[in-house]
T-cell receptor
Framework: QKEVEQNSGPLSVPEGAIASLNCTYS??????FFWYRQYSGKSPELIMS????GDKEDGRFTAQLNKASQYVSLLIRDSQPSDSATYLC?????????FGSGTRLQVQP | GAGVSQSPSNKVTEKGKDVELRCDPI?????LYWYRQSLGQGLEFLIY????????KSGLPSDRFSAERTGGSVSTLTIQRTQQEDSAVYLC??????????????????FGPGTRLLVL
């Protein structure tokens, strides 16, 4: 059974702080990992993809992958109220993505 | 260029009726996916099309669900004899290429706006 686990939250951080979102996956075959952001009532939009162990930075976002621990994380620096959304972690296995249930992030002004 | 488009954006139907949901992928994308998202839940994979290969139907919840992709582009998801538990947002996604077995990787999927289905 392929599973992706996330803490549902809500994770509440003050504006300007670092938000840390975590995700674990059960299938060692998974090679590709994605973070999507989903605003209420909207469809998911891609934030980051990561394929190799280590860190990948894109602006205020850093994705971290540790395949030995089967762990993926997303750091959001200088969090803004506009970052308030649900963040979905996804692992690719064969022909589809397996999604976690998402972590709701609230950035307090 | 245009993103993934879906129609209708909202659909209300009565239990027992059939519905058709349409997806137009990004031009040039060979892979197309259907997912379902129930209220407050994560995304559930339904079906995957890759080029001219046989579709991966492993996620379809029952034989009331079917999908086709004509001409390698537009896809239609059909739900027959709808039930109340079919109420959800149905999301379509496309990617440039799909699963790459050699590299074991998956191209980024881009999602459409979804169709919100309510079965009364």
């Amino acid at each position: 059974q392929k599973e992706v686990e996330q803490n549902s939250g809500p994770l509440s951080v003050p504006e300007g702080a670092i938000a840390s979102l975590n995700c674990t996956y059960s299938d060692r075959v998974s090679q590709s990992f994605f973070w999507y952001r989903q605003y209420s009532g909207k469809s998911p939009e891609l934030i980051m993809s990561i394929y190799s162990n280590g860190d990948k930075e894109d602006g205020r976002f850093t994705a971290q992958l540790n395949k030995a621990s089967q762990y993926v994380s997303l750091l959001i620096r200088d969090s803004q109220p506009s970052d308030s959304a649900t963040y979905l972690c996804a692992a690719a296995y064969r022909r589809a993505l397996t999604f976690g249930s998402g972590t709701r992030l609230q950035v307090q002004p | 260029g245009a993103g993934v488009s879906q129609s209708p954006s909202n659909k209300v139907t009565e239990k027992g009726k059939d519905v058709e949901l349409r997806c137009d992928p990004i031009s040039g994308h060979t892979a197309l996916y259907w997912y379902r998202q129930s209220l407050g839940q994560g995304l559930e994979f339904l079906i995957y099309f890759q080029g001219n290969s046989a579709p991966d139907k492993s996620g379809l919840p029952s034989d009331r669900f079917s999908a086709e992709r004509t001409g390698g582009s537009v896809s239609t998801l059909t739900i027959q004899r709808t039930q109340q538990e079919d109420s959800a947002v149905y999301l379509c996604a496309s990617s440039l290429v799909g699963w790459t077995s050699g590299g074991g990787s998956q191209e980024t999927q881009y999602f459409g706006p979804g169709t919100r289905l309510l079965v009364l």
